[in-house]
């Protein structure tokens, strides 16, 4: 019997590749406003809005042995410029609505089981203009540690922070030449990530065979968090 893998969304970008990776091995669910691309993938779709819908009235297995959540916000914008309302709107995504969704499914996680959460570069390396994101995604590696701490050794969890990937919700930062090349020399590695490289990753996370690993923060990001090339 194949076991399952629930997705809060994944009709797009890093979460589409993940059930594209692991969908000749397990049963993948992926709940999300859209079907996306997700077409001719052998991944069951569920109608699911994570800002409005609860995680309860939809129909998922009684039993997951993996859990992504992939939504997620890149607001970058000077302080001056922001009010609280911003803040509230990239905890509310990032977060809390995260929070709503693991307290629902919690009881169906079994054993050896596995949780992978999306933090972001800039909360370890500080980076102007990401105070609002930064904070909703620092709150998310709090939380997984502690969660990682107290369903220990029935649940794995662990977080992936990038760097900027090459996905839909980053469209408007590299929708010309010009600005990916740029932001491809800011990486030690000379390349914007790209949806792939952060799936592996996540896929490596998921997946039952690697089941020593809980409580950690892993920087897929080309080296920026780590590495100064500059001379």
Not at 4 to 12: A, T
Not at 53 to 79: N, Q, R, Y
Request: hydrophobic share 45%; with cysteine; proline share 4%.
């Amino acid at each position: 019997m194949r076991k399952n893998i629930l997705l809060i969304g994944g009709s797009y970008g890093i979460g589409l590749e993940v059930v594209k990776q692991l969908s000749t091995k397990y049963d993948i669910y992926v709940a999300s406003r859209t079907v996306g691309d997700l077409d001719g993938i052998d991944a069951k779709h569920i109608q699911f809005d994570v800002l409005r819908d609860d995680i309860s009235k939809i129909s998922i297995p009684d039993e997951l042995h993996g859990f992504a959540f992939c939504p997620g916000s890149i607001t970058l914008k000077p302080l001056k410029m922001m009010d609280i309302d911003n803040f509230r709107e990239d905890m509310e995504i990032n977060f809390f609505s995260m929070v709503k969704v693991v307290k629902g499914i919690m009881s169906k996680m079994t054993e050896n089981s596995s949780m992978v959460f999306f933090s972001t570069v800039a909360v370890g390396t500080g980076m102007p203009f990401h105070t609002s994101v930064a904070a909703a995604k620092g709150a998310i590696e709090g939380f997984a540690l502690s969660l990682a701490a107290e369903y220990a050794p029935r649940v794995r969890v662990n977080v992936i922070a990038p760097s900027l990937v090459d996905t839909p919700l980053a469209g408007r930062l590299l929708n010309n030449d010009k600005k990916k090349t740029m932001m491809a020399e800011r990486h030690p590695l000379k390349r914007v990530g790209v949806a792939k490289d952060i799936a592996h990753m996540t896929a490596f996370l998921l997946d039952s065979d690697n089941s020593w690993i809980t409580g950690q923060v892993f920087a897929v990001d080309g080296g920026m968090s780590r590495l100064n090339t500059n001379p």
